[in-house]
């Protein structure tokens, strides 16, 4: 799977850093950023589901749901690929990392820039929330988030079994989808998305 941003991007770890961002960039033990392989899977999954509706296919298990499309002996393309609680999907999606001359220069100012707050590879954005019902900015919600540069191309590994017909599928929900991580609406994390061809 390869992933092109066009625009800055936020994959959140859930969690901040003190004096420096509130919501910090996703990050491996030796500080290199990565896209986890779950979140990829349910952003396709949920694309593939869109897809199938689109396509009018009959019965679509859009939830995994136990109960529902997936629990006879017939499941529906999305839990074949993707899995239910009631079964295995037949794909594993490996975490993504920055390829080629980007991880090298990732890297390199990740090591100079050690101890000294945030790896010099981001940025902090730093926004409002908004009251919805009023339409102002809420008092007091001043929040920063960590962000990586435009232009990083991620690739991860997606292994497994699948038909033709499921491939086509797959490549179809890359074709969808044209956002990854948090802040679209905010200008965040416009990309591609690739499924490659094994070499």
């Known amino acids: ?7 800055a991007c936020h994959h959140g770890s859930g ?15 030796a500080g290199m950023p990565y896209l986890a392989g779950s979140a990829i899977k349910g952003r396709l999954r949920h694309a593939a589901v869109r897809v ?6 009959g019965k679509v298990c859009q939830y995994g749901d136990a109960k529902g499309a997936c629990t006879g002996e017939e499941p529906c ?16 999606f490996g975490d993504a990392y920055p390829t080629g001359d980007v991880e090298l220069v990732l890297r390199s ?9 945030l790896p010099g590879d981001s940025t902090v954005r730093t926004s409002t929330a908004v009251d919805r019902r009023r339409g102002v900015v809420k008092e007091q919600l001043l929040f920063s988030t960590e962000t990586l540069p435009a232009g990083l191309v991620f690739e991860g590994a997606v ?5 033709a017909e499921e491939e086509r599928l797959l490549r179809e929900a890359c074709r969808v989808l044209t956002h990854f991580g ?11 998305w690739k499924l490659r061809e094994e070499s």
């Open 15 to 29: 969690f901040g850093k003190t004096g420096c961002a509130d919501r910090t960039v996703l990050r491996d033990g």
């Open 52 to 57: 199938l509706l689109a396509r009018g296919v």
């Open 159 to 163: 292994s497994g079994e699948m038909e």
């Open 77 to 92: 393309p999305v839990c074949r690929l993707f899995g239910s609680p009631a079964r295995a999907g037949g794909l594993r």
């Open 109 to 117: 100012i990740q090591q100079a820039g050690r101890g000294a707050g």
């Open 182 to 192: 948090a802040d679209g609406a905010r200008g965040l994390g416009r990309c591609t």
């Open 1 to 7: 799977m390869r992933i092109e941003f066009e625009d």
